[in-house]
């Protein structure tokens, strides 16, 4: 079976020609670049993302979505879809001390979700 035709690098400006996409100097400086970017954006993370994985907050999510099986901001919008997920009113980063409070959840579903985080990064 014939082998694909060589083509330029993608990096901008290098005229290597190769098969992979990248030449072998443009591939290990991406990849590192890469990495160097995910350590930053990890340790920028805050630490309220880490107590989603706990098995309490597992626990509690559970049990509000059992009492609240309904998207809440579909429910006010006369519309009936069942809720994918729990969340936080007031932002779990901005307020820890109200991460726990169950006055502060909401049940929503996944497209309702999205819809208010886009809102809220739109704000800032």
Known sequence: MPS????????PGCNV??????CDE??????AAQLQSQKKHN???A????????????KLSVAYR??????????????IRPADLVDHIKPAKKFPELFWDWRNLRALCQE?????GERVT???
């Open 4 to 11: 694909k035709a060589p083509s330029f690098c993608r990096h």
């Open 43 to 45: 340790a920028r993370r």
């Open 26 to 31: 443009h591939s290990t400086d991406r990849r």
């Open 122 to 124: 739109a704000e800032k």
């Open 17 to 22: 020609l190769t098969s992979s996409g990248y």
């Open 66 to 79: 059992r009492q609240h099986p309904l998207c809440c901001d579909c429910e006010s919008r006369g519309t």
């Open 47 to 58: 630490d309220s993302d880490q107590m989603y994985k706990t098995s309490r907050w597992k």
């Open 112 to 116: 309702c979700h999205n819809r208010i």
